[in-house]
T-cell receptor, first 114, second 111 residues
Framework: EDQVTQSPEALRLQEGESSSLNCSYTVSGLRGLFWYRQDPGKGPEFLFTLYSAGEEKEKERLKATLTKKESFLHITAPKPEDSATYLCAVQANAGGTSYGKLTFGQGTILTVHP | NAGVTQTPKFRVLKTGQSMTLLCAQDMNHEYMYWYRQDPGMGLRLIHYSVGEGTTAKGEVPDGYNVSRLKKQNFLLGLESAAPSQTSVYFC??????????FGAGTRLSVL
């Protein structure tokens, strides 16, 4: 069974204080690892997809990296507007018929104080 | 281009009542999904559809039914609501079984 564990559950940072969020996963053949951002009262917003170990993607102050067992979301010099819940999800290779099932972690609640 | 639109945004039901949640997407996506999000549980897949006229069960389908009569719409029905169905419901769609785009959610309380 595919599993995703995110840590920490909550992270409080001062503006400008860089840090990383962790996503550990087990999956029977990784098709893709996804990062989403979710603001309070809203739906998840797609950020990145990573496909193979060693891959990195960047968007503004965010950089996602992938190994064979985990992914990190690095936040460089965060701003208060980066405060949100960050969700990690994996999609497995399902053979001939894949419907794109995503297995989500519980998320990391990031708060950035001015 | 509205993306994925869910209606209603909020609803309160009494135990045993029925209701239908509507999801509409204007991106011509083939795949559509219904999830529920509960504290400490993450997002869990209820039902999904790989195309017009098709539906299938996800991880937590009990107590729910779905229909996909038109490509752009995916309906989630609760025939007899229970307090355990109090949750936030999200619809998502994707062009292929790949990146999913989510709606803003429906907050449902069952008393």
């Amino acid at each position: 069974e595919d599993q995703v564990t995110q840590s920490p559950e909550a992270l409080r940072l001062q503006e400008g204080e860089s840090s990383s969020l962790n996503c550990s996963y087990t999956v029977s053949g990784l098709r893709g690892l996804f990062w989403y951002r979710q603001d309070p009262g809203k739906g998840p917003e797609f950020l990145f997809t990573l496909y193979s170990a060693g891959e990195e993607k960047e968007k503004e102050r965010l950089k996602a990296t992938l190994t064979k067992k985990e992914s990190f979301l690095h936040i460089t010099a965060p701003k208060p507007e980066d405060s949100a819940t960050y969700l990690c999800a994996v999609q497995a290779n399902a053979g001939g018929t894949s419907y794109g099932k995503l297995t989500f972690g519980q998320g990391t609640i990031l708060t950035v104080h001015p | 281009n509205a993306g994925v639109t869910q209606t209603p945004k909020f609803r309160v039901l009494k135990t045993g009542q029925s209701m239908t949640l509507l999801c509409a997407q204007d991106m011509n996506h083939e795949y559509m999904y219904w999830y529920r999000q509960d504290p400490g549980m993450g997002l869990r897949l209820i039902h999904y559809s790989v195309g017009e006229g098709t539906t299938a069960k996800g991880e937590v389908p009990d107590g729910y039914n779905v229909s996909r009569l038109k490509k752009q719409n995916f309906l989630l029905g609760l025939e007899s609501a229970a307090p355990s169905q109090t949750s936030v419901y999200f619809c998502a769609s994707s062009y292929s079984p790949h990146i999913q785009y989510f709606g803003a959610g429906t907050r449902l309380s069952v008393l």
